[in-house]
């Protein structure tokens, strides 16, 4: 079993929905990472938390260190928010464990 | 402000051959970390490089190394390469060690080993 894992792997959706992904982890961490990955390979990094809940535009994530779970969602999806999203757990000896991403595709 | 740089963006190398990487941070970042994507592992941690030292260090084998340099600059140096070594190869900078500040991410340099 991986230390991080994201649910759904593949997840295709209509304009306009409500996106949700989901990141478990089994490691203690110092902080998660939500990074988002365009075809070509750029990476760009879109929250780092350690708890609660951060947004940006119509990004919000949240993290519960109880239950060892994040959630990324995106509200009023668009098709230039297709890409692959991918949760990364920092532990607390700073080594980073990366999810293998959920390819998001959104059809006009 | 330029962003994270590496160069060059793709490299084909045969087996048994040594490779150079060569990454740029940000102006001001002092924290160089490098990253390996495969399909069949997904990302990877490979090493943090902060001041010149190396800070950590992820389960990959002696043959990957690097190094950075005093304007912050870093290599990453794979020897004897094999073909499982074909991948996309990243790296981040970030204003301090570890996961205290955001990280930016280069483009990439694509590694094909034939």
Redesign the interface.
């Known amino acids: 079993k991986n230390e991080v894992e994201q649910s759904p792997q593949n997840l295709t959706a209509q304009e306009g929905e409500f996106i949700t992904i989901n990141c478990s982890y089994s490691v203690g961490i110092s902080a998660l990472h939500w990074l988002q990955q365009h075809p070509g390979g750029g990476i760009v990094s879109l929250f780092m938390l350690s708890s609660g809940k951060k947004k940006h535009g119509r990004l919000i994530a949240t993290i519960n260190i109880q239950e060892k779970h994040s959630s990324l969602h995106i509200t009023a999806s668009h098709p230039r928010d297709s890409a692959v999203y991918i949760c990364a757990a920092e532990n607390r000896d700073d080594k980073i464990i990366f999810g293998k991403g959920t390819r998001l595709h959104i059809l006009p | 402000k330029a962003g994270v740089t590496q160069t060059p963006r793709y490299l084909i190398k045969t087996r048994g051959q040594q490779v150079t990487l060569s990454c740029s941070p940000i102006s001001g970042h002092r924290s160089v970390?490098w990253y390996q994507?495969t399909p069949g592992q997904?990302?990877?941690?490979l090493f943090?490089y902060f001041s010149e030292t190396q800070?950590?260090k992820?389960n990959f084998p002696g043959r990957f190394s690097g190094r950075q340099f005093s304007n912050s600059r870093s290599e990453m140096n794979v020897s004897t390469l094999e073909l499982g070594d074909s991948a996309?190869y990243?790296c981040?900078s970030s204003l301090l060690?570890?996961?205290g500040a955001?990280?930016?991410?280069g483009?990439?340099t694509?590694l094909t080993v034939v």
Do not use: K, W, Y
């Open positions: 970390s994507q997904g990302l990877q941690f943090e800070r950590n992820g996309l990243l981040a060690q570890g996961g955001e990280a930016f991410f483009q990439g694509r």
